[in-house]
């Protein structure tokens, strides 16, 4: 998967591998918000399933909000928040949360 920008909001997509699974990671950037993270099972009937729905996920959270669709996401969702106090203990927190789901 190529990385993917998105404009509203500046933001950014990638896919990880882990030692299990595939994470497809939702990156914004200038906002004080989060990143989106779905987990994938590591075969690749699942990782194109993911990646087709793709756009109907991302339309769903910008039309009903990103607080609706964490009320209804599943199992395989998880979001790491972004930590602005304390900027480089935010980040150090952010990182070590991430590797946690590698």
Do not use: C
């Not at 959270?61 to 930590?83: E, P, T, V, W």
């Amino acid at each position: 998967m190529r990385l993917r920008f998105i404009l509203k909001p500046f933001s950014f997509l990638f896919l990880l591998e882990g030692s299990t699974d595939y994470l497809l990671v939702w990156e914004t950037l200038d906002t004080e918000e989060a990143t989106y993270i779905w987990t994938i099972e590591k075969n690749r009937q699942s990782l194109k399933l993911a990646l087709a729905n793709l756009p109907d996920i991302l339309s769903l959270i910008k039309a009903q909000g990103k607080q609706a669709y964490l009320k209804s996401s599943g199992d395989n969702f998880i979001r790491i928040i972004h930590q602005y106090t304390k900027p480089m203990n935010g980040f150090v927190l952010w990182k070590d949360e991430l590797e946690n789901h590698l």
